[in-house]
């Protein structure tokens, strides 16, 4: 691989693996907090994780007490393909939303008579 290869190469991998660099935008709009059924307050944040073999970038969410946490960047709000779900034990997952199906579809039926 060329040097120019492999240094524009680094270039991507660094701008995909520091969100924090990218959304400092984010970071200013606040916290989206969420109160579980126990009474807790917890934060949504978002983090980029780079797949271990592949060049793939996920974004990953999650909850933490603390608001000023370092591990990830504040979200504002909850994602629009997402919605906030509480397991048995109280903790706060995002799970995505179900696409509902179209009941308005019209079957026709067809009929054989002998």
Known sequence: MSSAKS???????A?????AMQSHAEKAKGHYS???SKGKTYYLFAKDI??????KVRRIYFF???PNNKKGIPLAEVPADRVVSETKTGMLVLKKKRKRKSSSKNYSMTV???
Request: aromatic share 8%; proline share 7%.
């Open 64 to 66: 933490a007490k603390d």
């Open 7 to 13: 240094f524009m190469l680094i270039i991507a991998i």
């Open 112 to 114: 054989r008579i002998p």
């Open 34 to 36: 969420h109160t579980n």
């Open 15 to 19: 701008v995909l693996c520091f969100p």
């Open 50 to 55: 780079k797949l271990k073999n592949s060049d």
